[in-house]
C-alpha cells in the first residue's frame, strides 16, 4: 500500500493550530501530539531525527543541512509550532547555531530549550539573543561558571551517572507550565532521552541519502541479539522525496544488553 501524504493542507493546519483535533486522515499524524499527556511527569514529550538511508544525521564534520526536504523541514516547524518547547543538545547548538522558530509555516514559536551540561557553548549563540524565551539547563554545580548568556534564563540541575537525568528536566520544564515538549536533536540527546524511556512518540524521517559515514542518528546500549533490541512499529508517511516513521513509544525503552531495565 502508498504510504500516506503527510503534506497537510493550509486549512486544515490552520485548524489544528487552534486546537481542532480534526478527524481528517490527513491529520493522522499530528492528532496524538494534541492529546492530554498521560505519562505521570505531565509531559507529552516527541522526539524526532532526520537521517540518511545509512542512519547519520550530519557528516563526520557536523554538516545536516540539509539531509531531508523542504517539506520535512515544514514538518518540523509545525511540530514546533505544537509545542510548548522544543529541546537540543548542545552539539546541536555548536554545529547549527539554529534559530529554532517556526519560520516556515504559521503559527507560534516554542521556548527554546538548550541542554549544556558544562557550559561549554559561547553567548554568541543565536538561540540566547533575540527571539522566543530561552532556558539554558547545565548542571547545578556549572551555575556560577559564567553569567547567563544574551537574554538565557539559566537553570541548574543535578548531575546524575549519565549527565543530567532527563526525569529532572521534565520536571523543571512542567513546572513552567511547558508539557509538550519537542526534542528536535541531535541524536546523542534524542537517544538519551529513549534510553530513559522519557519519549512518547518519534518522528524519524529517513531520506533517499548515503553518507557513508557521519554522526550517528541512535547511541543506544548495545542489543547483543536482534531479538533483545526494542522492536517497534511505525506509520508511513510520504513527505516529498523522503519517508516519516511515525512511531508510538509509550514511554518505552531499550533493554540494557538484552536485560531489561530494572
Ligand atoms: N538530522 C537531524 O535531524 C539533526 C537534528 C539536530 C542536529 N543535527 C546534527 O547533529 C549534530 C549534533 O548531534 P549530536 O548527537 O552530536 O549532539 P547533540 O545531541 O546535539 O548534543 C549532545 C550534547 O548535549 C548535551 N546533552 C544532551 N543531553 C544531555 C543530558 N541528558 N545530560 C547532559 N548533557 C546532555 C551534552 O553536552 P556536552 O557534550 O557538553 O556534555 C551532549 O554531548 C550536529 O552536527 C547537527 O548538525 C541533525
Excluded: N
Excluded at 540539509?66 to 548542545?90: F, Y
Excluded at 509555516?105 to 553567548?123: C, E, F, Q
Excluded at 546524575?160 to 520544564?173: F, N, Q, Y
Amino acid at each position: 500500500m502508498d504510504p500516506a501524504k503527510a503534506d497537510l493542507p493550509e486549512h486544515l493546519w490552520r485548524r489544528l493550530l487552534d486546537g481542532d483535533a480534526v478527524d481528517e486522515p490527513e491529520c493522522d499524524l499530528y492528532r496524538p501530539l494534541l492529546a492530554s499527556p498521560d505519562a505521570a511527569d505531565g509531559c507529552l514529550v516527541l522526539g524526532r531525527i532526520a537521517q540518511s538511508l545509512d542512519g547519520r544525521i550530519a557528516t563526520v564534520a557536523g554538516a545536516s543541512r540539509w539531509i531531508s526536504g523542504p517539506e520535512d523541514i515544514r514538518h518540523t516547524h509545525r511540530l514546533r509550532a505544537l509545542s510548548d518547547a522544543i529541546l537540543v543538545g548542545a552539539g546541536t547548538v555548536r554545529a547549527d547555531d539554529p534559530l529554532l522558530t517556526t519560520r516556515a509555516v504559521a503559527g507560534p514559536s516554542p521556548v527554546r530549550v538548550v541542554l549544556d551540561p558544562d557550559r561549554r557553548l559561547g553567548a554568541d549563540r543565536r538561540v540566547f539573543a533575540g527571539g522566543p524565551p530561552t532556558l539554558l539547563l547545565c548542571a547545578a554545580d556549572a551555575l556560577a561558571a559564567a553569567p547567563p548568556p544574551g537574554r538565557a534564563e539559566l537553570v541548574g540541575l543535578p548531575r546524575g551517572p549519565d549527565g543530567i537525568a532527563i526525569p529532572a528536566v521534565l520536571a523543571a520544564l512542567a513546572a513552567r507550565g511547558l508539557r509538550r515538549i519537542f526534542v528536535e536533536g541531535g541524536g546523542l540527546t534524542v537517544s538519551r532521552f529513549l534510553a530513559a524511556g522519557a519519549l512518547d512518540r518519534l518522528h524519524v524521517t529517513i531520506a533517499p541519502l548515503l553518507l557513508g559515514s557521519g554522526i550517528p542518528a541512535f547511541t543506544l546500549p548495545e542489543a547483543r541479539q536482534p531479538e533483545d533490541g526494542l522492536r517497534l512499529s511505525w506509520t508511513v508517511h510520504r513527505l516529498g522525496a523522503d519517508l516519516l516513521l511515525d512511531i508510538p513509544l509509550h514511554r518505552a525503552r531499550p533493554p540494557v544488553c538484552g536485560r531489561p531495565p530494572p
